[in-house]
Structure formats: structure tokens, C-alpha cells
């Protein structure tokens, strides 16, 4: 069965590690569309460059951009591939560009799982947050080390790297944008019936362990 689920969370609840495991163990494919972002910035494409002021002040890039990103990626996938949604949609006009992106392409959307989290956690996450430069695989200061020191569990590389945007006045604004502009589309999926919370404040193990009974709920 194909599934199509959207992981929703303040920046820094979890959604991205989460994601790397559901595809490591059921080969869902990860759309996030800050990778796809910073993918673009690291490129130097006209549209990495318009967006990467906008990143690195902690603001939303345009909603057209975003949905335009989905809509592509999903095209690359075959159809019976399953996807999480990392941090999209984010704004009811995204929420609303998913729904029409899912149904052009005979999907729908089968869960919303929310990454409940305290905000005064997520600085210390994010500030500590940072990834393998070869192979994207992520750590954390203290919450998630490489069994290694200085070694990456999944490549073997030496060399680190920290996103630009993880600084804590940045994290503040993302927060608040978070807040204003994507926490207001929960209610329109639990309407729906389709959002699942999950304590994202337990440990990585037990939010995962929380999200698979979710998705064994659906088969
Ligand atoms: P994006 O890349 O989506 O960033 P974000 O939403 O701010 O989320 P993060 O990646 O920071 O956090 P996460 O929830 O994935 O946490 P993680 O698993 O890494 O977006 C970046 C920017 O791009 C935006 O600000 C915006 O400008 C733009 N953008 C992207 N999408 C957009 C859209 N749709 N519309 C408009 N603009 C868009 O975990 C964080 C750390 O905590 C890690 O170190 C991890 O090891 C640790 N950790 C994770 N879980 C736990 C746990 N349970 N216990 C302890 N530690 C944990």
C-alpha cells in the first residue's frame, strides 16, 4: 500500500529524523523541502539564490516556490512510491496546493502526525544540531553523537557541518513563523480526521516506535 504522510513540528521537533528512519525502514522517500532549499543554494541556481536571504533570516520562502518543488519531486517518484511531507505543507495556501498536487497524481493523504515538542528544548536542539558533509547524516552535540567521535556512523567520513540557519536568534524567528503561519493549518487536517500526536519531547527510539504503530494502523 502507498502512504502519504505529512510530518509536522516546530523547527527542530524531529521531522528530519524521523523521516531518515521511515525510509531506512520501510523505503518511504523523504520530501523536504528545506533540503530541496538548501540543495538549490548550494547550486548557486536562481532559485537558491532568491531563497537563501529569506533561510537565512528564518522566514518562509514563497509558497508558489515550494509547492512547485513538491509537484516535481513527486513527478521523479514512481506512483507506488510512499512519501513523507518534511516540512511542507507549511501555510494554509500550501496545505491547500498539496491537496490539488496529491489528487492530479492519484494520492491522497493518509496521516498528519504532529511532533509535540517545548519550545525552550528545540534551542538547545537546534544549536547542538549538525550533519555528515558527505552524506547528510545527522547528530547532535550531546542527544545523538557518532558511535565514533569524528567519524560518521553511516559513510565513514571525517568532515561535519552546521546549517547556517541553526543559530538561536534565527531559531526564534522560525519559531515564531512556525507559530503564526503553519500551526494554524492543524486544525484543518484534524477536521479531517487525520492528525496523530506524538510526545516528540520522548526519546528518538520511542517517537519513532510511536509513529510506526501510526503507520501499522493504516495497513
Ligand atoms: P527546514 O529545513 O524544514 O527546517 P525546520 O522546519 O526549521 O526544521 P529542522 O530541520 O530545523 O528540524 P527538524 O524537525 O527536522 O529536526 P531534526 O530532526 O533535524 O526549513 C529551513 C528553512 O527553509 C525554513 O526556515 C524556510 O526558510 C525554508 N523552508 C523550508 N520548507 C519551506 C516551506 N514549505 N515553505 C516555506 N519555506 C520553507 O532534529 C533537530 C536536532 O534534535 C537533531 O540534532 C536531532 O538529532 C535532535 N533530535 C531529534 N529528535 C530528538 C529527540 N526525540 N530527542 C532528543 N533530540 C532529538
Redesign the pocket.
Known sequence: MTLNII?L????????????RLEEEHGMVQL???????AAVKEGTPLGQQ?KA??D???????E???GL?GERLDALGGDVSVIF??????AA?ADALDAILAARGRKLDHVIE?R?EED??VD??T????CAKCGA???????QPKVEGVCDACGSSEFKR?P??NEE??R??MA??RAKTAPILPIYDERGLVTHVD?????A??NDAIETILASAG
Not at 547542538?128 to 550533519?131: D, M, P, Q
Open positions: 510530518l513540528g516546530p523547527p527542530g521537533a524531529g521531522k528530519g529524523t524521523q523521516a531518515a523536504s523541502t528545506g533540503d530541496m532549499l538548501r531563497a529569506v533561510m533570516a528564518g522566514e518562509l520562502v514563497s509558497d516556490i515550494v509547492s513538491i518534511d516540512g511542507y505543507p507549511r501555510t500550501q511532533l515538542v528544548a528545540l536542539r537546534i547542538g544540531r549538525f550533519s545527522g547528530y547532535h552535540d550531546r542527544h545523538k546549517r540557519d541553526d534565527t531559531v524567528t522560525r513563523e512556525y516528540g519531547m520522548a526519546p528518538i520511542d517517537v
